[in-house]
């Protein structure tokens, strides 16, 4: 089978049901997934070379994230998508809810906001967080104008929550603090820590 298939080469490419501008917001949406997907595989690989105690459960958590955001890309690659024909459900959203809610228990309170890094593994994971914040974004500006599936923006939301969280996990792993930012106040009280 050739990779290469030329039918690209005048700036249009396929989805299903249609033929489209390789700008097409449509396309940027699940092409910004792909980088994604790429990053948190970057992030999964530097994990697994490394014995680093305590550390199975997250990289488990990022090897099913790859399969998830290729659902998201999948559900998005339909032009008219059918509710029969999508794969990402509210339970995976859920999902990443405990799995936020799991790794906080064992995480010093927040104080400030945190500015990325720490650990190299923190690091890789802010930039997870920030991609996903733009895969979400050109989402949400595809479904202004396009049929989107609601279920792939709420999982782009909370998985978004979760990079954070598991940067933060990441740093406590890796026995490394979190870089509080400077010039800010202490803007999260202990009051909303514990409610």
């Given at each position: 089978m050739?990779?290469?298939?030329?039918?690209?080469?005048?700036?249009?490419?396929?989805?299903?049901?249609?033929?489209?501008?390789?700008?097409?917001?449509?396309?940027?949406?699940?092409?910004?997934?792909d980088?994604?997907?790429?990053?948190?595989?970057?992030?999964?690989?530097?994990?697994?070379?490394?014995?680093?105690?305590?550390s199975?459960?997250l990289?488990?958590?990022?090897?099913?994230?790859?399969?998830?955001?290729?659902?998201?890309?999948?559900d998005l690659?339909?032009?008219?998508?059918?509710?029969?024909?999508?794969?990402?459900?509210?339970?995976?959203?859920?999902?990443l809810?405990?799995?936020?809610?799991?790794?906080?228990?064992?995480?010093?309170?927040?104080?400030?906001?945190?500015?990325?890094?720490?650990s190299?593994?923190?690091?890789?994971?802010?930039?997870?967080?920030?991609?996903?914040?733009?895969?979400?974004?050109?989402?949400?500006?595809?479904?202004?104008?396009?049929?989107?599936?609601?279920?792939?923006?709420?999982?782009?939301?909370?998985?978004s929550?979760?990079?954070?969280?598991?940067a933060?996990?990441?740093?406590?792993?890796?026995?490394?603090?979190?870089?509080?930012?400077?010039?800010?106040?202490?803007?999260?009280?202990?009051?909303?820590?514990?409610?």
């Open positions: 050739r990779i290469y298939t030329r039918t690209g080469d005048k700036g249009t490419t396929s989805v299903i049901g249609a033929r489209v501008s390789k700008d097409d917001a449509r396309v940027e949406a699940y092409g910004t997934i980088e994604l997907n790429s990053l948190v595989g970057q992030a999964a690989a530097w994990l697994a070379e490394r014995e680093i105690n305590g199975g459960e990289l488990e958590q990022l090897y099913q994230i790859q399969h998830e955001l290729f659902d998201c890309g999948s690659s339909y032009a008219d998508p059918k509710p029969e024909q999508l794969k990402v459900e509210a339970s995976m959203a859920a999902r809810e405990e799995w936020i809610d799991r790794h906080e228990e064992g995480l010093p309170p927040l104080q400030r906001f945190i500015l990325p890094g720490g190299p593994l923190a690091a890789q994971l802010h930039v997870c967080r920030t991609v996903c914040r733009r895969a979400e974004r050109r989402t949400v500006t595809m479904a202004s104008s396009q049929a989107c599936p609601e279920e792939v923006v709420r999982y782009l939301n909370r998985l929550d979760y990079f954070f969280t598991a933060r996990k990441a740093n406590v792993l890796l026995s490394v603090p979190d870089v509080e930012y400077a010039r800010g106040a202490n803007v999260f009280s202990r009051r909303s820590q514990t409610e």
